[in-house]
């Protein structure tokens, strides 16, 4: 089991730059794939991204170009930079884990079992 902590949400300028942070305790860290979701208001809850320990990765078609997934295994943190921010990625962005090497095919909610609070993130126009 993991227990996951997301920061560096926040309120951001259209074309600016977030780095979120999802810290991670708990079980062997290198054991688990982590993913990144956000939910808009209104919308249902959607895949980002996720890393495996070695640093495979994967991202859903709308973000990809604009957003960077990594992991520090060391530090048991994944991060997700996101650049050239849009009013459409205003979301709760939450980090997920699930205990596989290997990224899931299609980021889905029920392929991850542990999950953070989430961080918001709203931009401005």
């Known amino acids: 089991e993991v227990h996951l902590v997301e920061s560096g949400g926040g309120l951001v300028q259209a074309g600016g730059s977030l780095r979120l942070s999802c810290g991670a305790s708990?079980?062997?860290?290198?054991?688990?794939?982590v993913g990144w979701f956000r939910q808009a208001p209104g919308k249902e809850r959607e895949g980002v991204s996720s890393?495996?320990?070695?640093?495979?990765?994967n991202y859903a078609d709308s973000v990809k170009g604009r957003f960077t997934i990594s992991r520090d295994n060391a530090k048991n943190t994944v991060y997700l930079q996101i650049n050239s921010l849009k009013p459409e990625d205003r979301a709760v962005y939450s980090c997920?884990?699930?205990?596989?090497?290997?990224?899931?095919?299609?980021?889905?909610?029920?392929?991850?079992?542990?999950w953070g609070q989430g961080t918001q993130v709203t931009v401005s126009s």
């Open positions: 997920a884990a699930t205990f596989s090497t290997y990224v899931p095919v299609e980021l889905r909610e029920h392929e991850f079992d542990y």
């Open positions: 890393v495996s320990s070695d640093g495979s990765s």
């Open positions: 708990g079980d062997t860290f290198e054991d688990y794939v």
